[in-house]
């Protein structure tokens, strides 16, 4: 599935954005590590979700994304599994 989407995709393999053999672009783990914020700057959510959790801080905002319609020209796919909610329970 991955060497289809990143060496067999011709709408991906004709990208400007595609960086050689193997490259997906911003897709799944690049969107949970590297998210892109609007300064420009990035964000791990993953990062966030665990240091929070283990900290005991729970709320609403503890989401990960992958779903990022902003980039969807950068990767090779859009994602089927897009978002994972975290809690605290107990």
């Given at each position: 599935?991955?060497?289809?989407?990143?060496?067999?995709?011709?709408?991906w393999l004709n990208n400007p954005n595609r960086q050689g053999e193997d490259d997906m672009g911003r897709v799944y783990g690049v969107q949970g590590r590297s998210w892109q914020k609007?300064?420009?700057?990035?964000?791990?959510?993953?990062?966030?979700?665990?240091?929070?959790?283990?900290?005991?801080?729970?709320?609403?905002?503890?989401?990960?994304?992958?779903?990022?319609?902003?980039?969807?020209?950068?990767?090779?796919?859009?994602?089927?599994?897009?978002?994972?909610?975290?809690?605290?329970?107990?």
């Amino acid at each position: 599935t991955w060497d289809a989407n990143a060496n067999e995709n011709n709408a991906w393999l004709n990208n400007p954005n595609r960086q050689g053999e193997d490259d997906m672009g911003r897709v799944y783990g690049v969107q949970g590590r590297s998210w892109q914020k609007p300064d420009g700057s990035h964000l791990d959510q993953l990062k966030k979700v665990i240091n929070n959790l283990s900290k005991g801080i729970d709320d609403r905002g503890e989401i990960v994304t992958f779903y990022n319609p902003g980039e969807f020209e950068l990767g090779c796919l859009r994602p089927c599994m897009h978002t994972h909610n975290f809690s605290l329970l107990g």
